[in-house]
């Protein structure tokens, strides 16, 4: 009898294959995997509540709650001069994140010192970066050093404003053009500097006032002027203050 040639399957051994059992299918527990599915939809969907949230109140808060044009034009014994009041062009007030601005020039009725203020009111993400030493080196000013940062008192409180004070010069057809500049931000109803560190806190507290008094040489030079022009930022800062009916 001739050989067969043997398959593989024929030389399998029986034993192997009979060693072969059927596995027994597999039990989900369907509570426990219910239970897995309901914390994810709950986690989502508190994540969409609370992001829908921040997006509310952003939107709330990108309105200033007062028109910065109900600012006195009178504060102490400083006055407005007339036909002083200005406005920022459309593109570099929305570059400043700028949904109000107030700028004026105010004259000391008593010493004939004048100093520009500009309110600016906006989403904080937008505003907080737009400092004096980002600024105006932009328009061709070097930084004179040094730089201080001082307390302002508020009237009729106890509390007190940080504000920082800088200088910057450029020339300007052979003359110097030389400015002092105070300014502060209001996040959280709080005044302070260096607000990109509470970076964090702008999400619960989008809304953000920035003030900046602007003077020229010549205009406060010495310490009284000084100080009357500090109470001048007090007045203003009083004034925000009692205006603004939410915490910013």
Same mark, same amino acid.
């Given at each position: 009898? $001739?050989?067969?040639?043997?398959? $593989?399957?024929?030389? !399998?051994?029986?034993? !192997?294959?009979? @060693? =072969? ?37 952003? !939107? ?12 006195? =034009? ?13 406005? #920022? ?24 010192? @004048? ?5 600016? +009111? ?13 600024? +105006? ?22 509390? !007190?404003?940080?504000? =920082? ?5 450029? #020339? ?7 400015? =002092? ?44 002027? $000084? ?8 007045? #203003? ?12």
């Amino acid at each position: 009898m $001739k050989n067969l040639p043997i398959t $593989k399957q024929a030389a !399998r051994s029986p034993e !192997r294959s009979d @060693s =072969r059992a059927p596995q027994a299918p597999r039990h989900y527990d369907w509570g426990w995997i219910l239970f897995i599915g309901v914390l994810f939809g709950l986690s989502g969907g508190a994540r969409f509540w609370r992001e829908w949230q921040f997006s509310s109140l952003s !939107r709330e808060s990108g309105v200033a709650p007062f028109a910065l044009k109900e600012l006195p =034009r009178e504060l102490g014994d400083w006055r407005i001069v007339e036909g002083s009041e200005s406005t #920022l062009e459309p593109d570099i007030a929305q570059i400043a994140g700028a949904s109000d601005h107030l700028i004026r020039t105010y004259i000391n009725e008593k010493t004939g010192a @004048s100093a520009v203020l500009m309110v600016i +009111y906006g989403l904080a993400t937008r505003v907080w970066s737009h400092t004096p030493d980002a600024c +105006y080196p932009a328009t061709g000013f070097d930084a004179i050093p040094p730089t201080q940062d001082i307390d302002i008192p508020i009237p009729e409180t106890t509390s !007190r404003a940080r504000f =920082r004070v800088q200088q910057f010069a450029k #020339l300007k057809a052979g003359l110097k053009d030389f400015r =002092r500049v105070y300014h502060s931000f209001r996040n959280a109803g709080e005044w302070g500097l260096d607000m990109g560190r509470k970076w964090k806190t702008f999400r619960y507290h989008p809304g953000m006032y920035k003030v900046q008094v602007q003077t020229q040489a010549g205009s406060v030079d010495d310490s009284k002027d $000084k100080e009357s022009l500090e109470r001048l930022i007090g007045q #203003l800062i009083r004034e925000i203050e009692q205006r603004d009916t939410r915490t910013s």
